[in-house]
């Protein structure tokens, strides 16, 4: 009987309203609002990626793409295979190793890119800014008369760039910037800042995952053009030149190997949405006649990143792993449990405790996918992107916060009434 009193309570306290959409996962990301699979009656299954209707169809992408960005008109737009991951690789086996490098690593991708410019490409002169989870390096310190690898907002960290942080004009090496969490997301340097930029569909857009964007500046296409790595085989899906120089047709909708409709055509849809999202507005009389689709994109990841940053203001055991506001992430938003409130626990208590907490949300359908990233510190990681909705973030935390005190109970952790829904102005109580 006691238990089934207990039982009772529990479904009390219980929140009441799920998400919407309950996918938080920081890739691939949330699918725009409305979205259905009707939405790709146009798509082309079963026909040649070659063939006119196909090319007509991913010049639209790269059309739309080019216009939503800003891009420059000399500034080529290429489909890679492989995602995001796909597009730095090809663009680094090509260009790299013509100078020195000042490769910036401060989370997983960034030290990715460390090992094989270092291990793999052997490029003399690689110098590495790594500090820990959660900061940045001394920026002053790169040299831009070296090729430059930055990532421009850590998916694994929740560490980005400062917005008042500009490469110089007059650099003599070329910038690669890996911006997959950026690209829609947060707002970026003007472009004539970047000679290499990749971003994959399963991120910003809400799109599906296998597939690149590589987007390159003159600059770029001259070096490409000017320098051929030797002793540096370069792999097919890789290869960006043709007779020497850079292949043209890779920028006109000519993939280097076959690409899924299904996922062109859902690209477009994503793209698609973006652009009504804000006629909508403009229509209504929410934004001006001058805002553009990427300000309104966003203003959307603000809006989700308030509300997140509203609940764990008010939280007490948990916390942003970045410490400091000017360099943290409003898409990929990584927390930490809080050090005061939970002072004897190692990383291995932490981890579990956030695996189990995320367990009992999935297991309620109420947020998925959005435990830390598995080599990153213990803690939580919410994707907070233009394709979340505002209202889903805050019933995410509801549902959270009754996890948490279910966690506690079950690992024998006491917490003060405060701590859900409280204020970091309460004392935290520590584990019993």
Known sequence: MNDFIRYAKELLRRPWRRPRNP??????????????????????????????????????????TRKILG????????????????????ALWNMIGERPADVCAWEAFGRKWLRNVREKLRVPGVDCCEPRYGFLPDLSL???????????????SGVMIPRDLRFPLDRAGLTFSDATSAVFAIPMQPWDRYDVVTYSWQKGMGGEAGFGMLILSLRAIERLNAYTPENRPI????????????????????TINTISMLCVEDARASLNWMIKETEKLRRKGFISDKATVLDVMHQRTQKNFRSLSAWVERTPWIDFLV???????????????????FPEWGEEEKAAFCKKLVGIVEAHKAGYDFNAYKIAPAGLRIWCGPTIEAKDVERLTKWIDWAFVRCCREMGVSYRPEAIGGSRTSNPEPRV
């Open 23 to 64: 996918k938080f996962s920081s890739g691939p990301c949330a699918k725009p609002p409305g979205y259905n699979l009707r939405l790709l009656k146009h798509i082309l299954l079963g026909r040649s990626h070659r063939s006119k209707p196909s090319k007509e169809a991913i010049r639209d992408l790269l059309e739309k």
């Open 71 to 90: 891009l420059p008109a000399d500034y080529k737009i290429c489909i890679m295979p492989a995602s995001d991951t796909g597009a730095f690789e090809a």
């Open 142 to 156: 790169i040299n831009f008369d070296h090729d430059v690898v930055i990532t421009e907002n850590g998916t694994t």
């Open 235 to 254: 792999p097919v899906i890789f290869e960006l030149k043709k007779d020497g120089r850079f292949n043209e047709e890779i920028s006109e909708g000519n």
């Open 323 to 341: 410490s400091d506001p000017a360099i943290r992430s409003p898409s990929s938003v990584c927390l930490k449990l809080n050090e005061d409130y």
